[in-house]
């Protein structure tokens, strides 16, 4: 979502239907919903397959929208990706997985 939000680049066409947990939280208090969830793929989400897939994610997304063509010259887009991947990794080795923290949400809606 952040490169989405700062420079309009998505990830996959999944992105365009990305829903958040408080947007579940939101319809189900209107519409007297109970709800339950877990989120699984937390390794997806701040571990080693997150870097593996963001990895290939990022530059495949980047290089298809043009975005090298558009950037500054004097930044090497690839080695700020290098940083960011660095940077999650040592992130991820402090995260500790909650009901929410997974990269994929399990939703349960009962009336």
């Given at each position: 979502?952040?490169?989405?939000?700062?420079?309009?680049?998505?990830?996959?066409?999944?992105?365009?239907?990305?829903?958040?947990?408080?947007?579940?939280?939101?319809?189900c208090e209107t519409n007297c919903f109970k709800l339950d969830?877990?989120?699984?793929?937390?390794?997806?989400?701040?571990?080693?397959?997150?870097?593996?897939?963001?990895?290939?994610?990022?530059?495949?997304?980047?290089?298809?929208?043009?975005?090298?063509?558009?950037s500054d010259p004097n930044i090497n887009i690839d080695e700020?990706?290098?940083?960011?991947?660095?940077?999650?990794?040592?992130?991820?080795?402090?995260?500790?997985?909650?009901?929410?923290?997974?990269?994929?949400?399990?939703?349960?809606?009962?009336?």
């Open positions: 979502m952040t490169l989405q939000l700062l420079f309009d680049i998505r990830m996959s066409l999944t992105d365009k239907h990305f829903l958040n947990i408080w947007e579940f939280r939101e319809f969830f877990r989120s699984t793929q937390h390794s997806l989400a701040s571990g080693k397959k997150l870097i593996k897939d963001f990895d290939k994610r990022l530059r495949s997304a980047i290089k298809e929208q043009d975005y090298y063509e558009h700020k990706i290098d940083e960011l991947l660095e940077w999650l990794k040592k992130a991820g080795e402090r995260n500790v997985p909650t009901l929410t923290s997974g990269a994929m949400m399990i939703y349960k809606i009962q009336k």
